[in-house]
DNA sequence: GAGTGGTCTAGACCACTAA
DNA sequence: TAGTGGTCTAGACCACTCG
């Protein structure tokens, strides 16, 4: 494996390492060459190998003992939907090993409400674009989504593609990045228009996620209600405790 | 503020930045002082001050920009109950500002079942040391708890204290460290005796949470099936989005 | 005791942003 | 263009685990 010098050495060695994670290279459970083995064997320094490392560490794929070793963990690799990576329904869905699509219902300007004008830190009467949307596996309908953009960010005239994440719809039409987003987290029954989209039972319960997206100057750039079936799509977390 | 030796200096940093972000001497929205800037003030290299940086990114309590600066974030500090931090629900209570009780409804030692062994990797009638428990906030009811060891891990004869995070519990009885935790999270109606504890509607949903706690060498130590009432309890999930 | 990961330094160069 | 954070090196010493 040749190290290419134009993008950064340790993210490159991420990419290399969780590689032979993944097809078995190097087995769950085994114990991964030393430090001073994997910098001399891809010519670099030690602290370069452990910027890699530590981020294979914080993804759960290993575990370092010091003294001992680095060993291979095999649970994080079994699970296929779980949030920490990136919070981006569509990559979940592919990572849980189906296909993902996204289908606009319904993309309208209109005033902000209440919530949506504190929420969003902008004045009483601004417009917003509001984006509902529905996230399919395998054809299946799992998510129920709203997101919420003040028509100010949007520079880029329509029309929109908003059968893309979020994410991109921020940086195609309003230059905007995505730095950190905080959710709120709740059980709910679905509203009338969720369980018929969903074709859920207004009696089953399900997730509900209201979010708010930030860039990196601390300026909420979108509200968020989603509605995500989780007996469709499991949902999984995982924690470190130091 | 004095730099002590014994403990890592990075860690030192966190706590002492962490503070000063805290009490407002660095304002919200403010620009931190450069790294070399800090480097030089306590007098530590700048490598060191990185580390120390990156661990405070990581809570979301700054954003560093290139060629900008580092710029402390306000939102973060709002929140409360908060996951990521660490799963500890007692831990969680007492964030969000009010005074964490636990209160223990059942601990007998029994035979798993099925899904206990799946799930432990133990044998079939192997023991394992069921733990039901009531999580309190301010005197309220919030979270229903039960927890399972395997029998085989407990070192410590009893009586079990069980008033206390299962993080403790593991570490005095059974001398295992919890490394990390995977969770599925769903939302669903409560048992009855769920709903009699928490003092809820049969018919009012709430979160719940599967767990499965490993020790660093990837053994499972305990397995959790846990009740939480989010109308309680705020929970809120905190994103990177790199 | 040998070998591992954990911490720390001093210095270098690059990529980027703002004034 | 000056100053910021991002990357990387080479080397040192320490703390820990294991045989």
Redesign the pocket.
């Known amino acids: 494996m040749v190290i290419e ?1 134009p ?5 490159q060695l991420v990419i290399i390492l969780r590689e032979k994670i993944r097809s078995g290279e190097y087995p769950a459970g085994s ?7 994997l910098a001399s064997q891809f ?6 190998i ?2 890699a ?1 530590a981020t294979l560490e914080a993804e759960h794929l290993i575990s ?7 060993y291979i963990n095999k649970r994080i690799m079994e699970i296929n939907t779980h949030m920490g990576d990136t919070w981006d329904f569509k990559y979940m869905i592919e990572n849980s090993g189906r296909i993902a699509r996204i289908q606009p219902i319904l993309v309208e300007l209109r005033k902000a409400n209440t919530q949506e004008q504190d929420a969003l830190e902008i004045n009483r009467d601004s417009l917003v674009l509001s984006i509902v949307r529905i996230f399919l596996a395998d054809d299946q309908p799992v998510i129920y989504s709203e997101n919420i953009i003040p028509a100010s960010f949007c520079i880029n005239p329509g029309p929109y593609n908003v059968s893309q994440p979020i994410r991109n719809i921020l940086m195609d039409y309003c230059h905007q990045e995505i730095a950190y987003s905080i959710s709120d987290l709740m059980a709910t029954l679905p509203p009338p228009e969720v369980a018929k989209a969903l074709s859920l039972d207004l009696d089953k319960p399900l997730l509900k996620f209201f979010d708010l997206f930030f860039n990196n100057k601390d300026q909420p750039l979108v509200l968020g209600n989603n509605y995500y079936n989780d007996k469709a799509l499991r949902l999984h977390v995982v924690h470190s405790w130091e």
């Open positions: 010098r993008k950064p050495i340790a993210e114990r991964l060459p030393s430090e001073s083995d010519d670099v320094s030690r602290a370069t452990r910027t490392l370092r003992r010091q003294g001992d070793g680095t």
